[in-house]
């Protein structure tokens, strides 16, 4: 039996990495009433949550110098970013409700506990009269593994291709393939897993 290997996407990395970096021209946030509050002090001013702004960032930041090569950049182009509204349906409060420090924090420590994330915060941004609006920013990793393995016993060979993307399309839902043949029989499977069924927090699993 041969040893697993990977399947490279080295080829199609470099065949989009010619285009130029995006980097993070958002302008700086605006604190203006926020600087020097505590989460406690905000909670205990009794604000409400007012505009609630998702960004969803790439696998790797290109406004850093270190991490601005173009098999970077083309990982990025390749890798689809978790959609704002999956981020939106994790968190515990909404636009109108009472600044809570406690739910903040609750969803940050849910938002990381998501595989597809590498870091989740959410800070405050701008803060008017009893309103505190809060940036909730995140950050990708890598969501999607192939893999091909051969083999030889008994004189008859066999042969299978998998496939799995723990954050389908930026969806956050789990998608699995399995297909394998040999001299006996043909396989193939199909494995479905969503954590939040319908924003619920009912799961569903099936293959």
Known sequence: MLPRT???VAVALLAVAIRPARGDERPAPDLSGCESASAAELEGHERRVGRI???AGDIFDESKPEERFALF??????HRTTRPEVIRRMLLFASGDRYSARLVAESERILRSHRYFFDARIVPIRCEGDRVDLE?????VWSLDA???FGRSGGTNSVSFDAQDKNFLGTGKELAAVWE???DRDTALLRYFDDRLLGTDWRLEAE
């Open 147 to 149: 893999g091909a393995r």
């Open 181 to 183: 043949t040999n001299v």
């Open 53 to 55: 702004e998702v960004i």
């Open 136 to 140: 909730v920013r995140t950050r990708d």
């Open 6 to 8: 990977r399947l490279a």
């Open 73 to 78: 950049r083309a990982a990025n182009r390749l």
